[in-house]
């Protein structure tokens, strides 16, 4: 699908996305549980409805309203199964666990980008809770063989965290207790995250600073009713909006949120953007926006709206963290040096570091790289480029956000499909 952006002057109150990655979580938690869960305020991105169909799969009962998504858990042992995970690097790595715990034999299967992206968190780490782990080239499919046992591992975690929740979703439900040692964890936010989800279902988790993870068993999770907060992560993408294009209060944000994409904040305030904290949400208003500096290594997914934001600061900015960026839906760091570059914004990359130096942006034909974040990224800097913008592919945004061009349009943003 092609999605033409005009230049627009934006205003108004949007309510922030739900957040995918509680949503996702959440229903883990709910097929676990042993009676019924509710989610209130889901997202239902395609991401989340992958997870959806993998919970069905593996036992739960689960049906879907227009803001509820309704969790009988409480499965029973199968085998073998095969869950097919969509897109999502999430869903893949934190049922992983989660299945090996209720089934003899897995098969994980996915589409697109995720078909080949690298599986070795879960090769390295399931065989030391006595999973046997077949792939070959070392991506999906990936077929497991084992039940999950308790034990202790030491775990790399500067790949991430999704496979780490997994586990310390899965195993306080064994018998006997077990323990993890994370060497050089990153995205630390979202294990706390993680961990506040969890004592909220009633489980246990004891830590020492993120390095060390004691997790007693024996435990059950308890079903509930369960609110996801609105989404930081599409967020960052309004309030860069309004930032550059007029004013825009995204509502329904949690201001304490443990999200790690909540640090959109401190940036833009760095930026000099006009900010303002109301007690319906945030409110970002057009300014001059200076160059900022940002360490995004736990918070890789700010990375697009930030390379939007440079582009219109006057200076350099500088972002650090291009690492994690490889095997995402795409390239990240390549595909957003391909369209800041198509739009006459200079990227530079050195080492971990990206520099953007501001500019004038002129509107240009770009492809979203079948990133989500990529063609959302392009959508906002069209709204304050010089001429129109087209983006190839832009039907990415249904990954984690489908109703990021209508948010869009309701604000005032003129855009063609």
């Known amino acids: 699908m092609e999605v033409t952006v005009h230049p627009s002057h934006i205003a108004g109150s949007i309510m922030a996305p739900p957040s995918k990655s509680l949503t996702q979580r959440a229903i883990a938690a709910g097929m676990l549980a042993r009676g019924t869960t509710v989610i209130r305020n889901p997202s239902f991105c395609n991401d989340s ?80 809770f006595r999973v046997n782990i077949q792939s070959e080239g070392g991506v999906l499919p990936v077929t497991m063989t084992g039940r999950l046992t308790a034990g202790k591992a030491v775990i790399n975690g500067s790949r991430g965290s999704q496979l780490l929740t997994g586990l310390l979703m899965s195993l306080p439900l064994l018998e006997s207790g077990s323990e993890i040692t994370v060497e050089n964890l990153k995205s630390m ?37 369960y609110t996801v907060e609105g989404d930081w992560s599409g967020a960052a993408f309004l309030l860069v909006a309004g930032a550059m294009a007029g004013a825009v209060t995204v509502k329904s944000l949690n201001l304490s949120s443990l999200q790690a994409d909540s640090a959109i904040v401190r940036v833009l305030e760095n930026a000099s953007c006009q900010l303002t904290t109301e007690a319906v949400g945030v409110k970002a208003e057009r300014s001059e926006l200076r160059p900022f500096v940002f360490d995004a290594t736990d918070a890789p997914d700010l990375f697009p709206p930030l390379a939007a934001l440079a582009s219109f600061c006057s200076g350099t900015s500088r972002i650090s963290g291009v690492s994690r960026l490889q095997h995402k839906e795409s390239d990240r760091a390549e595909a957003i040096a391909d369209v800041l570059g198509a739009m006459n914004i200079e990227v530079q990359i050195s080492g971990d570091e990206m520099l953007i130096i501001g500019g004038r942006a002129v509107g240009s034909s770009v492809s979203s790289h079948n990133d989500h974040r990529i063609a959302m990224m392009a959508a906002v800097m069209a709204l304050a480029a010089e001429g129109t913008t087209t983006i190839a592919g832009a039907e990415a945004v249904a990954k984690s956000y489908p109703g990021f061009f209508d948010d869009l349009a309701r604000l005032g943003a003129e855009i063609s499909r």
Do not use: W
């Open 49 to 128: 409805l992958a997870a959806i169909g993998m919970a069905r799969v593996l036992g739960a009962a689960v049906s879907m309203d227009n803001n509820s998504i309704t969790i009988k858990g409480g499965s029973g042992a199968l085998s073998p199964v095969t869950l097919h995970c969509g897109e999502s690097g999430l869903a893949l790595r934190m049922f992983a666990p989660v299945a090996a715990l209720l089934a003899d034999r897995v098969t994980l299967t996915g589409e697109g980008s995720l078909a080949g992206r690298p599986v070795i968190m879960i090769s390295e780490a399931m065989p030391q």
């Open 189 to 225: 936010p979202y294990i706390a995250m993680t961990l506040q989800l969890l004592e909220e279902f009633g489980i246990r988790v004891i830590h020492d600073d993120f390095r060390y993870f004691k997790v007693p068993g024996s435990q059950s999770y308890r079903p509930r009713e």
